[in-house]
C-alpha cells in the first residue's frame, strides 16, 4: 500500500509541476499579446498546445495512480481524494491533501489565464476586423433626401482592383 501511495503522491507532485509550466507559458502568451508581437503569438499558441498535451498525461497518470491507491485498500475506483485522505497513513494526510489543494488552485488559475488570453486575442481581432472594414467601402450609406430626411441608400461597390484603376 506504502508503495501505491508513494506513486501516487509522485504523480500528484509531477501534475502541480505540468500546471505550473502551463500557467507560465500562459503568462508568457499574455505578455507577447499585449506587447502585440503578432510574430510569437502563433508560437505561444503552439508552446500552450504542447504543454496542455504533457498536463493531460500527468493528470492520466495521476488518475491511474488514485484508482490503483483505491483499489488496493478496497475502495472503488471512483473514489474521490477526499474520501482517501482520511484512509492513509496519518503521516501523509498533510501532504497529500496540500498536493490536491495546491494542484486545484493551479487548475483555477490556468482557466482565469486561459480565458483573459483568449478575450486578448478576441479584441485584437475584433480591432483588426474594424480597420479592415474601414478600408472597404460600406455597401450603404446614409444620405438627406430632398425633404431633409435621412435615407439609406446601396452604393454598389467595385472590385478593389477596379476601384483603384
Known amino acids: 500500500m506504502i508503495d501505491d501511495l508513494n506513486k501516487l503522491i509522485e504523480s500528484l507532485r ?14 508568457h502568451q499574455q505578455e507577447v499579446i ?36 483505491a483499489r488496493k485498500i478496497g475502495k472503488p475506483d471512483k473514489t ?9 497513513p496519518e503521516e501523509y494526510r498533510p501532504l497529500v491533501k496540500a498536493l490536491v489543494e495546491e494542484n486545484n488552485k493551479l487548475i ?5 489565464r486561459a480565458r483573459q488570453n483568449h478575450l486578448l486575442l478576441k479584441r485584437s ?7 479592415i472594414n474601414s478600408l472597404i467601402k ?11 430626411t435621412l435615407k439609406s441608400e446601396e452604393i454598389k461597390n467595385k472590385p478593389l482592383y477596379e476601384a483603384i484603376g
Not at 509531477?14 to 503568462?27: F, N, T, V
Not at 483555477?108 to 482565469?112: A, E, K, N, P, Y
Open 14 to 27: 509531477e501534475e502541480l509541476k505540468q500546471y505550473g509550466e502551463l500557467l507560465a507559458r500562459l503568462d
Open 34 to 69: 499585449l506587447a502585440m508581437a503578432s510574430d510569437d503569438i502563433i508560437a505561444t499558441v503552439s508552446a500552450v498546445n504542447d504543454q496542455s498535451a504533457i498536463v493531460a498525461q500527468a493528470r492520466k497518470h495521476r488518475e491511474n495512480c488514485r484508482i490503483n491507491f
Open 80 to 88: 474521490t481524494f477526499e474520501e482517501l485522505i482520511p484512509l492513509m
Open 108 to 112: 483555477i488559475q490556468v482557466q482565469q
Open 125 to 131: 481581432l475584433e480591432l483588426m476586423q474594424q480597420f
Open 138 to 148: 460600406p455597401e450603404t450609406t446614409t444620405v438627406y433626401n430632398g425633404a431633409g
